[in-house]
């Protein structure tokens, strides 16, 4: 089951050139495209992943296939599939075992579920690909059918993988057992970080570190009418004045005390844009985090009996008082290669409707429409923009583009430690790092202290959107990938090409 693609941006780099603080990072990769770009020619690579949205591989693909395409490069994207759900729950298993999380047993019915689906979608690729491509596989799922692609076809192959753990565990030893015999066969392999790379992949291994769009859709500037209107049409808030855009005709929706998911307006909705606000947008994952946070964020609320009194505490008293947490993500049945989201969001809702009904007034779970990409992001992008913090507690992260994200729009950034995450943020620096993501203790003092120094959030989302800039743009994302496509060209010698 191959499902194409179709990557339709609009903007071109000319676009991104225009912008003065993108300017010499356009001109920088087309320089460097002109020697990279000519032994790609004749060829076409593939992008092979579970998902086209969803996660962040899925939000990555359009605009770097859209770069490369524009710079000469020919690019498909295709999606697998299966009917059988064994495989994608095996997948996930494999997926937290990675993270090293989960039940190390995987049994020759795992792998025989693995490789099925593997040869199906091997078959479905096999009449679209031709002698001299290039097949870049990402993540698990779709690695077993590009490994016997690569005994099969005249073809290269590439496992992109996102994910990884900085330790070795019986959970990691035991997926990397499993996958070994099929990422062996792989030419090459592309990690997030040196930390994950297994041992029998040594030696044929690069990094590339993931990237975000600066004039996408979540995570353009949106002027104030933009962003009102956002919100005001996703029913984020309540419409207090008519606005230009009308209801999106998928809003998002907020956990209400009796169990149901109603539009997230509700009630007088959630207090966005006149409340301090305490944010994290990821996927519904144990390994994110999202229970220790609304642990530690019930842990805040105590907090304030204990502010001393004095005129700048009475302030910040204040600011503990009317303070909200946002715990969103998207429509668990909007993402099928995650069955553990639903299992997750429940868990969730349990806990939530534990609470109190002060505290459940004070702690929203939204469910994010995920039909239209455009709306989505848009949604996301007013959420980050409107939060006082943005959280990101994972466990263990691969790398994190929320975390990116949130770093782009000069956030307040409060991460774990988790290895992708502290890539990215130099605690005290561009934002502040949890030693115990399952600690609310320590969640919540931090939280306490971004809140109350609204001058140090300033500082800190000034740094972090600078080393963004620097490092984490879609520009030297695409530099790396066609530097890394030219090399296995130039290593593969002459090859048959259309």
Known sequence: MIETVAVNER???????????????????????????????????????????????????????TILRELGVRVEWVVIGSDNPDFFTLTK????????????????DDRAVYDAVSRENADALRSRVRPGDLLVMHDPQPLGSGHLLRRELDVRTVFRCHIGLDESSPQTRAAWGFLKPYASSYDHAVF????????????????????????????????????????????????????????????ATRLAPDGRFLPADDGGGIGLLFRPVVTQISRWDRLKGFKPLLDAFV??????????????????????????????????????????????????????QALS?????????????????????LIVNALQRCSSVVVQ??????????????????????????CGIRQQIRD??????????EDPEEIAAHLDALLENPGKRIEL????????????????????????????????????IR
């Open 11 to 65: 903007l071109t780099l000319d676009d991104y050139e225009a912008v003065v603080h993108l300017t010499e990072a356009v001109r920088s990769l087309r320089t460097e495209a002109l020697s990279l770009v000519p032994p790609l020619n004749g060829r076409t690579i593939w992008m092979v992943n579970s998902t086209a949205r969803g996660g962040g591989v899925a939000e990555m693909m359009p605009r770097m296939i």
């Open 93 to 108: 298993r494999l997926h937290n075992l990675i993270h090293g999380s989960g039940d190390p047993d995987l049994t020759a």
């Open 192 to 251: 997030t970080a040196p930390e994950y790379i297994p041992d029998f992949l040594a030696g044929r291994t690069g990094i590339i570190r993931p990237a975000i769009d600066p004039l996408g859709h979540k995570n353009r500037d949106l002027l104030v009418p933009r962003l009102t209107g956002t919100l005001c049409s996703a029913r984020l808030v309540v419409e207090q004045h008519p606005v230009v855009r009308t209801k999106y005709a998928e809003v």
């Open 299 to 352: 842990r805040l609320k105590q907090r304030v009996d204990g502010v001393p009194a004095t005129e700048a505490a009475d302030r910040h008293r204040r600011r503990l008082r009317l303070v909200r947490l946002v715990l969103a993500g998207p429509d668990p049945a909007a993402v099928a290669d995650d069955p553990e989201a639903r299992e997750v969001l429940e868990e969730l809702v349990t806990t939530y």
């Open 357 to 377: 009904p002060a505290l459940q007034a004070d702690v929203a779970l939204v469910s994010l429409p995920m039909s239209v990409r455009k709306n989505n992001e």
């Open 393 to 418: 507690n994972s466990l263990r992260e691969g790398f994190g583009l929320t975390v990116t994200e949130a770093m782009w729009k000069r956030a307040a950034l409060l991460g774990s430690r988790a």
């Open 428 to 437: 005290g620096v561009d934002g502040r790092l949890i030693h115990d993501p």
């Open 461 to 496: 989302g000034q740094n972090a959107q600078r080393r963004v800039r620097d490092e984490f743009l879609v520009f030297t994302q695409v530099r790396n990938w066609l530097t890394t496509l030219a090399e296995c060209v130039e290593r593969w010698g002459e090859s048959p």
